[in-house]
């Protein structure tokens, strides 16, 4: 397996940053208001908030993307990951993941938490693999897809 190489977000990301995610919420969901709002300014919604995001890239060309929603001090959200199509199944999800904690270490965060569907048994596996642990959703959660919510003490 080719290893990803991750870099942080530039201006000129924005369309594929929203294409990738588009794309996956398409196949699986649909794309809600919310999505929408942040997906379209990503700037805005996520980076001038304290967020981060990330592009995975293999020999120069984005292959996918996740972000990180900041929710308070030492608190962040796992958020708005997309592989494209062809690039699935393939691991990169698995080095996605670990970059993501080695990322929130580094900075001393106290924890992350993400919310999925349990529907996605694939995902929902590969986050536990990872030393995610379900913890009770709460009921006002900002997505009609989401019913669990995990998080990572880190």
Request: net charge neutral; no cysteine; hydrophobic share 40%.
């Amino acid at each position: 397996m080719t290893n990803v190489v991750f870099r942080k977000f530039q201006k000129e990301d924005a369309t594929v940053f929203k294409a990738l995610n588009v794309e996956w919420l398409e196949a699986f969901f649909e794309v809600e208001p919310i999505d929408e709002l942040v997906l379209s300014n990503p700037q805005t919604e996520i980076i001038d908030k304290g967020g981060h995001i990330f592009m995975a890239e293999i020999e120069g060309k984005v292959i996918g993307t996740f972000a990180y929603i900041k929710k308070e001090k030492g608190i962040y959200e796992f958020s708005k990951m997309a592989v494209t199509p062809s690039e699935r199944n393939k691991g990169y999800g698995n080095q996605m993941i670990r970059f993501a904690i080695q990322f929130a270490e580094r900075h001393h965060w106290e924890k992350i938490v993400l919310y999925s569907s349990r529907k996605l048994t694939n995902s929902i596996h590969i986050y536990r693999k990872h030393g995610f642990v379900e913890v009770p959703i709460e009921a006002d959660e900002l997505y009609s897809r989401g019913n669990i919510k995990m998080e990572i003490l880190l």
